[in-house]
Each structure stands twice: as structure tokens, then as C-alpha cells.
């Protein structure tokens, strides 16, 4: 009798399996190496529910007392499009003075309700030695752009 091994889920960030994307970050296994891959790993923790990861990669001097998430509310999360990595690390290339600070834009579709609504953020991350003296990626704050004054 043969078995079809079934196909692994996308990652809930868009990217391959969970367990070859944002999985090994998520359980502590591996560090983000790039704003982008935590803002990514950022995303799925949200999906998973996993509150000790955002606690985790969220700067201390920035990280909220209160818990981020709401285990009650019913939200669905959609997707994930980064619209300016790439742009920026071209940036970022003219400006190498700057190599532990980064910024990703990003739009996240969820439900709430029945309800569609979007996330559009502009992250801003640092690279500090974290507590085992890594060098690791921290989410430090993000800002909204207005969508109608594009």
C-alpha cells in the first residue's frame, strides 16, 4: 500500500513549508538573518497565535507590558505582501553607514468578523547583540502611511 506524503502547507507569510521558512525561527532554532525574514517570522507568530515569539523579537524599549495578542478574538488572517524590501535594501546599499537599523513595508489582509480589513505598516528594526550575545534583529515600532496621499 503506498502512501502520498501530502504536500506542506505554504508558510502562512507566503513563503515555502513552515518548517523550511519561518518554523526554524519560531522555535528558537535559527535567528532571522535579515529585517525582512523577521518581519516575515513576525507575521506568521501572529497567524500562530505565538505570543512569546512577539514578545521576544519586540525591542525592550518599545515592547508593550500588556500582551500583544487577544486569545478571544476571531481574526483570519489573509496574506502578507512586502511592497519595499527589496527597494530599500537597494537603499540601504548606498547607505552601508547604517547596517543595524532597516525598514520593510508591508500590507497584511485579515477578517474580522466577516469583515476584510489590511494592515499597512512601515516597520522599523535593529540589529543588537541579544542576551546570548547573537547578533539578532529586533522590531522596534512601525508607522501607517496614509493611503490618500499616494
Given at each position: 500500500?503506498?502512501?502520498?506524503?501530502?504536500?506542506?502547507?505554504?508558510?502562512?507569510?507566503?513563503?515555502?513549508?513552515?518548517?523550511?521558512?519561518?518554523?526554524?525561527?519560531?522555535?528558537?532554532?535559527?535567528?532571522?538573518?535579515?529585517?525582512?525574514?523577521?518581519?516575515?517570522?513576525?507575521?506568521?507568530?501572529?497567524?500562530?497565535?505565538?505570543?512569546?515569539?512577539?514578545?521576544?523579537?519586540?525591542?525592550?524599549?518599545?515592547?508593550?507590558?500588556?500582551?500583544?495578542?487577544?486569545?478571544?478574538?476571531?481574526?483570519?488572517?489573509?496574506?502578507?505582501?512586502?511592497?519595499?524590501?527589496?527597494?530599500?535594501?537597494?537603499?540601504?546599499?548606498?547607505?552601508p553607514e547604517q547596517p543595524d537599523s532597516d525598514t520593510v513595508e508591508f500590507v497584511a489582509r485579515f477578517k474580522i468578523g466577516g469583515r476584510a480589513h489590511r494592515l499597512h505598516e512601515v516597520s522599523r528594526f535593529?540589529?543588537?547583540?541579544?542576551?546570548?550575545?547573537?547578533?539578532?534583529?529586533?522590531?522596534?515600532?512601525?508607522?501607517?502611511?496614509?493611503?490618500?496621499?499616494?
Amino acid at each position: 500500500m503506498s502512501t502520498k506524503a501530502k504536500p506542506a502547507a505554504p508558510c502562512p507569510c507566503g513563503g515555502p513549508a513552515l518548517a523550511a521558512c519561518c518554523g526554524p525561527f519560531l522555535a528558537g532554532d535559527a535567528v532571522p538573518p535579515t529585517a525582512e525574514a523577521l518581519m516575515r517570522s513576525r507575521y506568521t507568530a501572529y497567524v500562530l497565535k505565538n505570543e512569546a515569539y512577539l514578545q521576544a523579537t519586540w525591542h525592550p524599549s518599545t515592547r508593550p507590558q500588556e500582551p500583544v495578542l487577544d486569545e478571544n478574538e476571531k481574526i483570519q488572517w489573509l496574506g502578507l505582501e512586502v511592497k519595499s524590501a527589496l527597494r530599500l535594501r537597494q537603499r540601504k546599499a548606498d547607505l552601508p553607514e547604517q547596517p543595524d537599523s532597516d525598514t520593510v513595508e508591508f500590507v497584511a489582509r485579515f477578517k474580522i468578523g466577516g469583515r476584510a480589513h489590511r494592515l499597512h505598516e512601515v516597520s522599523r528594526f535593529v540589529r543588537e547583540s541579544g542576551a546570548d550575545g547573537v547578533p539578532r534583529w529586533f522590531y522596534l515600532d512601525g508607522s501607517f502611511p496614509n493611503e490618500n496621499n499616494k
